[in-house]
């Protein structure tokens, strides 16, 4: 089989790898789709390699068909379509204990902490695994992952019908938000700089905001009649994003860190905490129920798979695919075609 390592210096080394037999309460899969997202782009430029190494198949974005079933596992089949929730806890930390097993203290993330999806074959643990309707699209389905990171999203912020919500950035992350949280009830607007992703934004039926010809949070004062945003979702990962957040939201308005600020911490203005009563809410990666409402949704069409895919290659050509998507100021969502 093929399998593609991460090599270091912005690279890949595909290599044929002998399938690895399932153990007991293991399955191997097919993988049919792996996304690209951003973490396995901060991967490519080499900001974690540390914790990756440079010999590591990565990716965890994937669709997949059950290939063989190791002892003990019950509930598959060889030929079910799934997906991957790519998380390994202890079941022994205080957060296991307490049930909050998606943020275990002791989290492994399959495809950075162990090996990935950018293979023709993975062998994981069952309990990973969801099943799949058998006539779903596996291109769509590779959207589930991420679909589900957005559902664990809205899911905190407990959006009620008919609240007004601000989605900062529009990329595939703040557009999957975007699209759960209207499915939730919330008026939604996406704030954005690129106008690409506006357009696709619009396209998906939003009102949007240009970040650099207005002022977000005055502009959602004035949207929301002099109310501000009761819920607001801070994607962009950026200072001025952060900064737009605390002035766009109402009074007890619910603010939900969704983007990874690395490097320098940013500033945040604790004042219109007090004042408005605001909360701020952590949302980190995903539980059970997450995937399997992700999963309803793109089934039900309430996910727009067809606009966000905007681009397959084949695992051959995996380090071309993320050259090509490192600046793509007009790519949404990239797959890697693995069998």
């Known amino acids: 089989m ?198 696709v934004a619009e396209k998906l039926g939003f009102k949007t905001l240009n970040a650099l010809k207005v002022n977000v949070g005055e502009e959602i004062w004035k949207m929301t009649g002099d109310k501000g945003a009761e819920v607001v979702f801070e994607v962009s990962a950026t200072q001025p994003g952060v900064d737009t957040m605390t002035e766009a939201a109402a009074v007890r308005g619910r603010i939900v860190m969704v983007g990874i600020i690395g490097g320098r911490k940013p500033e945040v203005d604790l004042f219109k905490f007090f004042w408005r009563e605001l909360q701020l809410l952590g949302a980190r990666v995903y539980e059970a129920a997450d995937y399997e409402k992700a999963i309803e949704m793109i089934v039900s069409g309430a996910i727009d798979c067809e606009t966000l895919i905007t681009d397959i290659q084949e695992l051959e050509d995996i380090t071309k695919a993320f050259q090509a998507l490192d600046g793509n100021a007009t790519a949404m969502k990239s797959l890697i075609k693995c069998s």
């Open 2 to 199: 093929k399998a593609a390592y991460y090599s270091g210096n912005q690279s890949f080394t595909v290599r044929d790898d002998q399938p690895k037999e399932p153990a007991a309460g293991e399955v191997r899969i097919k993988i049919a789709y792996c996304g690209i997202c951003g973490t396995d782009m901060h991967v490519f430029h080499g900001v974690m390699d540390a914790r990756v190494t440079t010999n590591r198949v990565i990716g965890h974005e994937c669709s997949a068909v059950v290939d063989a079933i190791g002892a003990g596992v019950e509930g598959f089949a060889v030929g079910d379509q799934v997906v991957v929730r790519p998380l390994s806890h202890c079941g022994e930390c205080a957060a296991c204990k307490k049930g909050y097993i998606h943020v275990c203290q002791n989290l492994k993330f399959l495809g950075l902490d162990t090996e990935g999806a950018m293979q023709e074959m993975w062998t994981l643990p069952a309990h990973t695994l969801h099943k799949l309707p058998a006539d779903m699209r596996l291109d769509y389905a590779a959207l589930i992952e991420p679909t589900a990171v957005a559902c664990h999203d809205v899911a905190r912020a407990n959006i009620q019908p008919g609240e007004d919500v601000l989605v900062i950035g529009g990329g595939p992350i703040g557009l999957l938000v975007a699209m759960v949280a209207k499915q939730a009830g919330g008026n939604v607007v996406v704030s954005e700089v690129s106008d690409y992703r506006l357009k």
